[in-house]
Each structure stands twice: as structure tokens, then as C-alpha cells.
């Protein structure tokens, strides 16, 4: 069965500490793995598509990247605006118009 | 990147009474979209699949009766959600793909609330 976990559920960060976001996939057959953003009471933003393992993408503090089992989102040096819910989701090559998603982790940025 | 609206982002309603939930493709066209049912701190959950022009596709243990959905257009599809009761609040987002792309841009959500 095709699944997505998100590790850890919760994260709380100082201002400046760095950190990593963990999302384990079970999929026969990855299409993509997609990061999103997700503020409280609103949809989730794109934020990254990966391919194939060893790809990497960054934006601004954020950057992801991809091995056959995992992929992680790293955090340099966070602000408070990176406080969000992240969301990892894979697509899976037989079924494209489905993503599978994970149930997030909830960042939280201290100044 | 493209952009999907959609309304209302909340509404309130009686037990019994219908609601009806807007999704647009704002500047591209999407013959496939997407809605999703979210809970408090749960992931996103597929509920169906819209596709313009003909039925749309439900996923596992979603009622079709209940949750209608109407795709009349290339940039609108519709979320009826028939006879409310108080478990079917939830927040409910659609999504939609751009021609050519891999990713899904997402509306900001409905907050359902069934009293």
C-alpha cells in the first residue's frame, strides 16, 4: 500500500536554528514527490517537486531533496514567517491524477 | 505560479440544508479537479476527482449523493454537499492541474460548519 509519513508532527524552532523535516514514502512506481506549505484555514502552497533520487531544489531558506526511500526539507536559518505546516505528498506513476500526502509537520519559529 | 480560487472560505449552516462550494482556475484552463476533505491535524484526503464535461470520479467510502460535484466548464467545478449534518464539517479544498505540469495549485479552503 502506497504511504507517506511525515516526521517529526511537531517542530519548535529558535530563530536561526537550523533543522531538517523527514518524509518516508512507500509508492510503487514515484512519479513526484511534492513539498507544500499549509498556513492554519488556508490551502496548501506549492512549494517543490522532485523526481528522482539525488535531486535536489532549494528556495530561499528552504531545500529539498530526494533518496528512493526518503526525502528532506532543510530549514537555514529560520524566521518566524517559516511557521507553517509542511506537506509532503508522492504521486505514484500508475495513477497521476492522485497524490498521497502525509500528515504534515507543524513548524514553529520563536524569536 | 496558477492560481485557483475558491468560495466561500467559511460558511455556516443548519442540519439538513445544502451548500454549495466554488473552485476556479483563474488564468488556466483544467479540464481535471481535485477535491479534498481535511480534518483538525489530518492529512488531506482525496475525496473525488472532476473531470469537465462528464461524471465526475469518487474515491473509496465517499457517498456521491452526498457530495455532488459539477465541473460545466474548464474553469469551474462545484461542490454541493447535500442534507449537512454536523459530520460533515470540515475543511474541504479543491485543486486543479495546469496543462502541461506535474504539480497541483490548490484553493485557500472552505471551512464547513454544520450546526
Known amino acids: 500500500e502506497d504511504q507517506v509519513t511525515q516526521s517529526p508532527e511537531a517542530l519548535r524552532l529558535q530563530e536561526g536554528e537550523s533543522s531538517s523535516l523527514n518524509c518516508s514514502y512507500t509508492?510503487?512506481?514515484?512519479?513526484?514527490l511534492f513539498w507544500y506549505r499549509q498556513d492554519p484555514g488556508k490551502g496548501p502552497e506549492f512549494l517543490f517537486t522532485?523526481?528522482?533520487a539525488g535531486e535536489e531544489k532549494e528556495k530561499e531558506r528552504l531545500k529539498a531533496t530526494l533518496t528512493k526511500k526518503e526525502s528532506f526539507l532543510h530549514i537555514t536559518a529560520p524566521k518566524p514567517e517559516d511557521s507553517a505546516t509542511y506537506l509532503c505528498?508522492?504521486?505514484?506513476?500508475?495513477?497521476?491524477?492522485?497524490?498521497?500526502f502525509g500528515t504534515g509537520t507543524r513548524l514553529q519559529v520563536f524569536p | 505560479g496558477a492560481v485557483v480560487s475558491q468560495h466561500p472560505s467559511w460558511v455556516i449552516c443548519k442540519s439538513g440544508t445544502s451548500v454549495k462550494i466554488e473552485c476556479r482556475s483563474l488564468?488556466?484552463?483544467?479540464?481535471?479537479m481535485f477535491w479534498y476533505r481535511q480534518f483538525p491535524k489530518q492529512s488531506l484526503m482525496l475525496m473525488a476527482t472532476?473531470?469537465?464535461?462528464?461524471?465526475?470520479?469518487?474515491e473509496q467510502g465517499v457517498e456521491k449523493d452526498k457530495f455532488l460535484i459539477n465541473h460545466a466548464s474548464l474553469t469551474l467545478s462545484t461542490l454541493t454537499v447535500t442534507s449537512a449534518h454536523p459530520e460533515d464539517s470540515s475543511f474541504y479544498i479543491c485543486?486543479?492541474?495546469?496543462?502541461?505540469?506535474?504539480?497541483?495549485?490548490f484553493g485557500s479552503g472552505t471551512q464547513l460548519s454544520v450546526l
Open positions: 485543486s486543479a492541474r495546469d496543462v502541461g505540469t506535474v504539480g497541483l495549485f
Open positions: 509508492v510503487s512506481g514515484l512519479r513526484g
Open positions: 522532485l523526481y528522482s
Open positions: 505528498a508522492v504521486q505514484a506513476v500508475y495513477n497521476t491524477d492522485k497524490l498521497i
Open positions: 488564468d488556466f484552463q483544467a479540464t481535471t
Open positions: 472532476s473531470n469537465e464535461g462528464s461524471k465526475a470520479t469518487y
